[in-house]
C-alpha cells in the first residue's frame, strides 16, 4: 500500500495563509486523481479539494472555494493545497488521498491516504 505524506500545517492566525503539500512516499502521484479532505473533532471526515490525473480539471468544496487552491506539480511528485483568508472553521487534520478510479468527492472513492497534518486557525 503507498503511503501519502502530508506536510505544511500549522497555526495561524485568522487571515492568514498555509500552502500544504502532499507527496508519495517510494511512488507516483502523476497519473492518479489526487484528493484533499479534512476532519475536525467530533466531525465526519469532509471533502475539500480534488484534482484530475492530468491536471485538467480541479474541484473545491463551496465552503472553501475563493480561499484555496488545489494544484499539482508531477515533477516533483507533490500535490498541493494553497489556503489563503483561513478562518477558525478551518482547523482541522488535513489528509490527501490517491486514487486511480473514477475522479470523484467522495472520501471513499480513493484507495491510499496519508496520516494527516494538522492546521490550526486562532481567531
Known amino acids: 500500500q503507498v503511503q501519502l505524506v502530508e506536510s505544511g500545517g500549522g497555526l495561524v492566525q485568522t487571515g492568514g495563509s498555509l500552502r500544504l503539500s502532499c507527496s508519495a512516499s517510494?511512488?507516483?502521484?502523476?497519473?492518479?486523481?489526487v484528493g484533499w479532505f479534512r476532519q475536525a473533532p467530533g466531525k465526519e471526515r469532509e471533502f475539500v479539494a480534488t484534482?484530475?490525473?492530468?491536471?485538467?480539471?480541479?474541484n473545491h468544496a463551496d465552503s472553501v472555494k475563493g480561499r484555496f487552491t488545489i494544484s499539482r506539480d508531477d515533477a516533483k511528485n507533490t500535490v498541493y493545497l494553497q489556503m489563503n483568508r483561513l478562518k477558525p472553521e478551518d482547523t482541522a487534520v488535513y489528509y490527501c488521498?490517491?486514487?486511480?478510479?473514477?475522479?470523484?468527492?467522495?472520501?471513499?472513492?480513493?484507495?491510499?491516504w496519508g496520516q494527516g497534518t494538522q492546521v490550526t486557525v486562532s481567531s
Open positions: 488521498a490517491r486514487s486511480g478510479r473514477a475522479w470523484t468527492t467522495m472520501a471513499s472513492g480513493y484507495d491510499d
Open positions: 517510494g511512488r507516483t502521484l502523476s497519473g492518479y486523481n
Open positions: 484534482i484530475s490525473w492530468n491536471g485538467g480539471s480541479a
